[in-house]
């Protein structure tokens, strides 16, 4: 009965939000080497040293594309006018974030294998027995290797959707210096604290974000 219940959230919240989800997964992923990508492009520009309200970060080459990539990942294009106030887009955004966490929290109830052998089975992607076995498998065993990055981007990512996730974050980390703690969080988000090997990391579980939808819809297509 638990796992029914479970199953029921999982499949009827990811169905009218799956494919928002991927977008925003896959605008994160672009974004992840955002300054890497700016400097290759702009080599003769230092893009680290330079601040984000300064004018010259509007003449980098490719900059208006990761501005609207951004723009899309954290307001689906409908940024706020003035910093910390609500729109539409950023409010569903912060919602589809919500969702997320619920999706990912129940299909790790759903993976939670019942003998050794299931265990076993649901770690491991099988190529040999069709495509329905490989997505399936792939759905279920990279959704579970990615749950810890996964909750973690996207609570990180609730603190710049909504205040009470701003208070709660900060109160946890209330030993650290004030000033720390807002780009502690964020390089929680992007994937910086670590340096390239973490920024890898998270290009790959985004990119994975993106396509858990995707293979989900297609097993529920193949299902019905």
């Known amino acids: 009965m638990k796992r029914k219940f479970f199953h029921q959230i ?8 799956g494919i928002f989800i ?15 990508v700016l400097q290759w492009l702009n080599p003769q520009v230092e893009v680290a040293s330079l601040r984000k309200n300064d004018p010259a970060r509007r003449e980098l080459t490719g900059m208006q594309f990761f501005q609207t990539t951004r723009a899309l990942h954290r307001w689906f294009l409908d940024p706020p006018p ?14 589809l974030t919500l969702v997320m966490v619920a999706i990912t929290i129940s299909g790790v109830v ?11 089975n649901r770690l491991s992607i099988n190529c040999t027995k069709g495509w329905r ?5 792939s759905h279920v065993a990279l959704g579970l290797y990615c749950t810890i990055l996964f909750l973690i981007i996207a609570i990180t990512g609730l603190n710049q959707s909504f205040r009470w996730m701003h208070n709660i974050l900060y109160s946890i980390f209330d ?9 502690f969080l964020y390089s ?10 973490t920024q890898i990391l998270y290009f790959i579980v985004s990119l994975i974000g993106a396509i858990l939808p995707l293979s989900g819809y297609y097993l529920w297509w193949k299902k019905k």
């Open 175 to 183: 030993y650290m210096p004030q000033k720390e703690i807002k780009p």
């Open 188 to 197: 929680l988000h992007v994937g910086t604290w670590g340096g390239v090997w």
């Open 133 to 137: 076995r490989f997505w399936y498998d």
């Open 10 to 17: 999982h499949l009827w919240l990811s169905i009218p939000t």
């Open 22 to 36: 991927t977008v925003i997964c896959l605008s994160g992923a672009i974004l992840v080497f955002e300054k890497d």
């Open 82 to 95: 003035k910093k910390g106030q609500m729109t539409a887009g950023k409010m569903a955004v912060g919602s």
């Open 110 to 120: 759903l993976w939670w294998p019942r003998t050794r052998k299931a265990l076993k």
